[in-house]
């Protein structure tokens, strides 16, 4: 199957930061990436739809300022934690979906978040 | 009412089992459904699609019920490589949005 990629794997961070997380797809062009957040024991959360070259599609009760967006490329789109609280704590993970691909994602190895 | 539903678990089960997951769905019009796999503190990883004709990968068989709503895995001959949360996972439609059950767990005892 088709590889993606995120980076970075873990990240610790004091309060207030910003944390940036990138996912790549290594081998296709990702015309459509997803950003998934996944508390433990819970299930995988759909954070927001990014489709390269337009602004991204946020579910409801996420707040778009805060986790900043951005899907520059067919092969990049970066994830920015803003101003970084305990509660963003969680477990990052981004899905990338080729054109044409019928609803198959291939899912990065996620990121672990810990705010201090 | 959740939009993807599952029996949390955990299901203990010896070596050698066949153990049965349940899901349902309240989207009637969703277009697509799968069983992932997601080892602890890893990503879900595609275990099979599931059709409304049943689908057999090996040892595991999915089964979808339209009219139900319904969706099912059955895991024979289950093995300690088993143990792993499993995922219900319906696309509402064909943009690739994906809505995850919370997952059922599973664990292999020798």
């Known amino acids: 199957g088709a590889v993606v990629s995120q980076h970075p794997s873990r990240v610790i961070c004091k309060s207030g930061t910003s944390v940036k997380i990138e996912c790549r797809s290594l081998?296709?062009?990702?015309?459509?990436m997803f950003w998934y957040r996944q508390f433990p024991k819970k299930s995988l959360m759909l954070m927001a739809t990014s489709n390269e070259g337009s602004k991204a599609t946020y579910e409801q009760g996420v707040e778009k300022d805060k986790f900043l967006i951005n899907h520059a490329s067919l092969t990049l789109s970066t994830l920015t934690v803003t101003s970084a609280h305990p509660e963003d704590s969680s477990f990052y993970i981004c899905s990338a979906m080729g054109q044409g691909s019928y609803n198959e994602q291939f899912f990065g190895p996620g990121t672990r978040l810990t705010v201090l | 009412r959740k939009e993807v539903e599952q029996d949390p678990g955990p299901f203990n089960v010896p070596e050698g089992a066949t153990v049965a997951f349940n899901c349902t769905y309240s989207n009637s019009a969703s277009q697509s459904f799968f069983w992932y796999r997601q080892d602890c503190r890893k990503e879900p990883k595609l275990l099979m699609s599931?059709?409304?004709s049943g689908n057999e990968d090996g040892r595991f068989t999915a089964q979808l019920n339209r009219a139900s709503q319904y969706i099912s895995l059955l895991i024979r001959d289950s093995k300690l490589s088993d143990s792993a949360t499993y995922l219900c996972?319906?696309?509402?439609?064909?943009?690739?949005?994906?809505?995850f059950g919370q997952g059922t767990t599973l664990q292999v005892k020798p």
């Open positions: 081998d296709f062009q990702a015309t459509t």
């Open positions: 599931v059709y409304s």
């Open positions: 996972v319906v696309a509402p439609s064909n943009t690739g949005k994906l809505i």
